[in-house]
Each structure stands twice: as structure tokens, then as C-alpha cells.
């Protein structure tokens, strides 16, 4: 009977042990998986962040270069008006100092 009791008392010693060995390890487990989850998660915000800049840079580029086809007419045709109304105002010019007496 004492023999059954030791036995029993050894076995319920030998389980508690395991199990707080146990416990320790899936501590250790879960505080890994959450230093990896903290690591992922900051990886993973500087290429979102690398990707957004990227994708805004060439929209900017994209955006310049079709700006720049629209505009060079326009500098075109604000050039040529600029340079007949000096043409008008020198022709003007001479035709008051013609008239004068």
C-alpha cells in the first residue's frame, strides 16, 4: 500500500513538474510569436510606405509629363499673341508720331 502511495505521490510530482515545465515553454512560445508579429507588422508598414511613395512618385511623373504636353501650346500661342500686340503697339507708336505736328 505504502508502495502504491509513493508511486501515486511520484506520479502526480512528476506531472507537475512537467506541466509547469511545460507552462514556461509556451510562455517562451508566445512571447517569440509576438516579437515576430511586432517585426512583421513594422516590416510590412515600411513597404507599404516604399510602395505608396513609389506609386505617388510616378503618378507625379505621369502627371508632369501629360501637364507639360497641354501646356507648351499654350505657352506657344501666349507667345504669339504677346508678340503681335508689341507689333500693334510699335505700328501705333509710329503712326501717333506721324500724326503729330
Known sequence: MLL???LTL???LG??????FERSRAE???AM???ARE???AQI?????ALAADALRKNN???LELAGGKVRPIEESLKKVTEEVQALEESKGGALHAAAP
Open 61 to 63: 511623373e505621369s502627371f
Open 28 to 30: 517562451e512560445k508566445a
Open 4 to 6: 502504491v502511495v509513493g
Open 10 to 12: 511520484g506520479l502526480l
Open 33 to 35: 510569436l509576438e516579437h
Open 45 to 49: 508598414g515600411y513597404k507599404i510606405d
Open 39 to 41: 517585426e512583421f507588422s
Open 15 to 20: 506531472a507537475a513538474a512537467a506541466l509547469l
